[in-house]
């Protein structure tokens, strides 16, 4: 990514759509780059070892992108964490542009979430939930019946998501994405009862909290991801499946 | 022709073969193995149903892996993470957890509200039922890491037969493994008898395995300590504990 020369708008979270679209509008020409993502760019050494992958992700991507990112809007409301907030901070007292972003209001507003309740396989639904932030795609989709769930944030290391069948439906802060209210804990919270579901976390974020509690309350099964899944925790989903 | 399963341990793998026929084994691909009886473990006896019940004669083994891995075998099926390259292009593998069920399900008729544990050389995996049915399942591969391999590793260096620890009522932690090993010398610094301190160290073990499966009130128990009296009678201080032995997940397999 770093040898890519075109000037960059960088983003994590969800950024409050009037304001990222009066950027993609101030910088027409700038391609904008989602910071959540693992690119393989080497560590800043800012953040410590033990820290939440994703975050660790925004910093490092940040530093290795230094020259081409103009601007980041980073989300540091409810919609992300703390961490976003604190990550916002430390880059702009490091000379970054970074314009901070809240979306916890949604004026009542739900919008329908056909990506989660596809037919598309899991990794594929993540990632067109998280591109309609910058660009609405079009896609026709077709509803699967549920017969597994993922709960969760989309995590760091996406190969593990190949281990769900197409008839996974999606939960979680990625619905609550989906849904456009991505501080909407009640949704966050919600999961279809007999749908047994994957509870997942990134580890070291505060949703471990959330994970493992649901997990129990919905008889499903909890997991925590670090950087990439371990092969336990690829059985231990694997079984779930194969067992239910 | 004979059939070959293998649960292939990061130290101990476990083979199953199948025949129909007494003269099929002159031909077995584990003939290459030098001192092959060496490693023949009659633990199941030789009558091996399939899960349909459909009767087999077989034979049972167990040997270093790193034995087995220089060996040119080609599996039927397969499980654990040792088994590399060996499976025969129609071979099945199936992962430890789901093998484990299974396995419990064929050998434990009625499995009502109980809760499987097989521990590893390195690692602890539990899966629980409720009516027959599975319930919940867990798999600790990393943090487990204080499990068969070190307990060998400690009665080596402190010359110590396994078989003739007697239980502790008192245990070491054993959620930290370094921690523990302080624990021990610790312990064996202060005038307290190797087999005192491992025994205290092998109901930490227990007590550990017991707490990471939620507390069970049935245990049925797979693996190696399977053979340890003291961890067996540690596991009882807080649930029942009944040993099936080392080869639940290879029953798990066909």
Redesign the interface.
């Known amino acids: 990514m770093k040898s890519e020369n075109k000037k960059l708008i960088g983003i994590w979270g969800y950024p409050e759509p009037d304001i990222l679209e009066k950027i993609k509008n101030k910088y027409p020409e700038n391609k904008i780059i989602d910071l959540d993502i693992n690119y393989n760019n080497p560590s800043s050494g800012i953040l410590p070892d033990a820290y939440c992958r994703i975050t660790k992700n925004m910093i490092d991507n940040s530093f290795a992108m230094k020259e081409n990112l103009e601007v980041i809007i980073a989300s540091v409301g409810r919609e992300k964490c703390d961490s976003g907030w604190f990550a916002a901070k430390i880059l702009k007292d490091e000379g970054f542009n970074v314009i901070e972003t809240r979306y916890e209001d949604y004026n009542g507003k739900i919008c329908a979430t056909p990506v989660c309740k596809s037919n598309l396989a899991l990794k594929e639904k993540i990632n067109l939930i998280m591109d309609n932030i910058i660009q609405k795609q079009n896609i026709k989709l077709v509803e699967t019946k549920p017969e597994f769930g993922f709960w969760g944030v989309p995590p760091n290391d996406f190969n593990f998501l190949d281990i769900f069948p197409e008839t996974t439906h999606v939960y979680g802060w990625t619905r609550c994405v989906e849904a456009g209210r991505p501080a909407d804990i009640d949704l966050e919270m919600y999961v279809d009862e007999n749908i047994p579901t994957v509870f997942f976390a990134q580890t070291f974020c505060a949703k471990m909290q959330l994970a493992k509690y649901l997990a129990k309350k919905h008889?499903g099964?909890y997991v925590d991801v670090d950087d990439v899944a371990?092969?336990?925790?690829?059985?231990?989903i694997?079984?779930?499946i194969?067992?239910? | 022709m004979t059939k070959l399963y293998a649960d292939a341990g990061t130290t101990w793998t476990k083979i199953l073969e199948i025949y129909e026929e007494e003269k099929d084994i002159q031909k077995s691909s584990l003939l290459q193995i030098n001192n092959l009886n060496n490693y023949f473990v009659p633990e199941n006896g030789n009558k091996y149903y399939s899960r349909e019940e459909k009767l087999f004669t077989g034979r049972t083994f167990i040997m270093p892996t790193k034995i087995f891995s220089f060996a040119d075998i080609k599996l039927d099926g397969a499980t654990g993470h040792m088994t590399g390259q060996k499976l025969k292009p129609e071979g099945i593998y199936q992962n430890e957890v789901v093998s484990l069920a299974y396995g419990a399900q064929k050998r434990v008729k009625n499995l009502e509200n109980s809760t499987i544990i097989d521990i590893g050389s390195r690692d602890v995996k539990w899966v629980k039922f409720e009516n027959n049915q599975y319930k919940d399942l867990d798999w600790n591969g990393s943090c487990g890491s204080a499990t068969g391999a070190t307990i060998e590793m400690l009665c080596g260096f402190y010359g110590v037969n396994p078989e003739n620890l007697a239980p502790e009522r008192e245990k070491i932690p054993v959620t930290c493994g370094v921690f523990a090993m302080e624990k021990i010398m610790d312990n064996i610094a202060s005038g307290i008898p190797p087999e005192i301190a491992v025994a205290r160290y092998i109901h930490g073990i227990a007590y550990n395995a017991w707490i990471f499966s939620k507390k069970p009130e049935k245990v049925y128990l797979s693996g190696g300590l399977c053979r340890n009296k003291c961890f067996i009678e540690s596991l009882k201080l807080y649930c029942e504990a009944i040993p099936l032995g080392r080869f639940m997940l290879i029953e798990g397999l066909y």
């Open positions: 008889n099964i371990s092969n336990s925790v690829k059985a231990k694997e079984a779930f194969k067992l239910r």
